[in-house]
């Protein structure tokens, strides 16, 4: 039977020597965000409870999370005086809580990564499985270095000897970032620290607490030198639909940067991303400002994902020059800007340049030649990138989906005249139509987008056009 573990996080609206400080921006996102982000990525952790004392705090959050639970504390436990310990029995108590383990950190943490509270737990687990009995585990930073009391005496070298500092008897501090303990350890002993608790040791940076105004300074600091300029950064265009958002999202648990694109304001997508620009990129003076905004904001481009499209269903004698233009500006013709002002930063960070075309660039129907023919140039446009920016390390790559079920596809099935019903009839009947039975899903189109702009796991794919299609165009029309 699989161990169930309980996140307990407490969260004030108001600080004392910091103010403000959970819900203070750092690095442009709030302090709370980084520990609940972590927690919210931990396979080990089964569900995440705030403990807040203000209906302000669940607001906020829900504004970046969507996972997440909430207990108001009761007006008696509210006051920085409190112990923590007592917020978290009231909780248990109160909710009747049923858990093996509790995982308890702050937000004051944001340096804790899901490594570290990933084998923090992988520990103790293991070593209660080897009948090594610890109830409860905390973590520590260990100190080497010649420590004195207030009387000045040595606490633990001889001064006459002077030791090399790694030589010395370590010291453990308590750095309030990890504990772990059972509901029968909190209740006996009205602590989170059992009678035998585990320390584990971590080391000086994922030990940074916020507590006074330097703290965060300095965490901020640490912050933006190792995370924030390591993070990739990804364009997405048409990022509200169906394949652009299951993209971002994907690639934001993977702690990239999104700069989204679309055309249509979502606002419950924007508060989502890293960033939401409202462009029609068939429009090239917007796409060129967007362009020069990104580059100074930002400064690096790791991969582009030419998503968005536009799509006209009608026979080809009843089609537009002005639709004609329409869809080649979006569908190609923005693809070829992107490449050609963002290659300099590309280059820079050896990027990936992945294209959203459609099967219809090799087998299509009717009533939608405009569409097809674009998808068919932007599959070639690919293939031509893909030789001139491969010199330079920019792998150019296409991918070629089936049907998938977005807004454009069923938009597509209710202009359909020749079939009756609703459209998630006619959804069902398409799914029938693919040799698989069901038609494709954004995030399967997503994980191919994450591989093919890795270069550790797709480096030798270059100039491709790849169908994702559940086999559909495997099957011979005249069969």
């Not at 491969?390 to 202009?415: C, E, H, S």
Request: glycine share 4%.
């Amino acid at each position: 039977m699989s161990c169930k573990i309980c996140a307990l996080i407490p969260i004030k609206f108001n600080s004392q020597r910091v103010p403000n400080k959970n819900f203070r921006l750092m690095n442009n996102k709030p302090l709370f965000y980084y520990i609940l982000n972590t927690l919210s990525k931990c396979k080990s952790i089964s569900r995440i409870i705030v403990n807040i004392d203000n209906s302000k705090t669940e607001v906020v959050i829900k504004e970046y999370f969507d996972n997440i639970d909430f207990y108001y504390r009761p007006k008696e436990l509210e006051g920085g005086d409190v112990p923590t310990n007592l917020l978290f029995i009231d909780m248990i108590k109160t909710l009747q809580l049923d858990y093996n383990y509790y995982f308890q950190t702050h937000t004051t943490n944001p340096l804790l990564t899901v490594e570290t509270i990933e084998n923090a737990i992988k520990v103790f687990l293991n070593c209660n499985k080897k009948n090594i009995v610890y109830d409860s585990l905390f973590s520590v930073k260990k100190w080497q270095t010649r420590l004195y009391d207030q009387k000045s005496n040595a606490v633990n070298h001889n001064p006459k000897e002077l030791l090399p500092t790694q030589d010395l008897d370590p010291l453990y501090e308590e750095n309030s970032c990890i504990y772990i303990f059972s509901k029968e350890t909190l209740l006996l002993y009205q602590h989170r620290i059992g009678k035998m608790p585990y320390m584990y040791c971590m080391d000086d940076i994922e030990s940074q607490d916020i507590d006074i105004e330097t703290d965060f300074v300095i965490t901020e600091i640490y912050m933006k030198e190792l995370f924030s300029n390591k993070q990739k950064v990804i364009i997405i265009t048409g990022v509200c639909g169906g394949i652009g958002y299951a993209t971002a999202q994907l690639f934001q648990k993977n702690d990239w940067i999104i700069v989204g694109i679309d055309k249509y304001e979502n606002k419950e997508i924007r508060t989502q991303l890293d960033e939401l620009y409202i462009v029609d990129i068939s429009n090239e003076k917007e796409l060129l400002d967007i362009v020069n905004i990104i580059k100074e904001k930002y400064k690096r481009v790791d991969c582009i994902v030419n998503n968005a499209a536009h799509q006209i269903c009608k026979p080809l004698h009843k089609s537009t020059s002005i639709e004609w233009d329409t869809i080649m500006n979006t569908n190609v013709k923005s693809c070829f800007l992107f490449a050609k002002y963002f290659r300099d930063l590309l280059q820079e960070n050896k990027g990936t340049i992945v294209n959203i075309s459609s099967v219809h660039a090799i087998h299509t129907s009717e009533n939608i030649s405009l569409y097809a023919a674009s998808k068919g140039c932007l599959t070639t446009l690919t293939r031509a990138m893909a030789l001139e920016y491969g010199k330079i390390g920019i792998r150019v790559n296409a991918i070629l989906p089936g049907a998938v079920n977005t807004g454009m596809l069923r938009a597509g099935l209710m202009r359909d005249n020749f079939q009756k019903g609703t459209v998630e009839d006619k959804m069902k009947q398409l799914g029938k139509k693919q040799c698989i039975g069901r038609v494709g899903e954004p995030q399967e189109i997503a994980e191919l987008i994450l591989f093919l702009s890795d270069n550790k796991k797709s480096g030798y794919i270059v100039g491709q056009s790849i169908v994702i299609d559940g086999g559909a165009t495997i099957k011979l029309s005249t069969e």
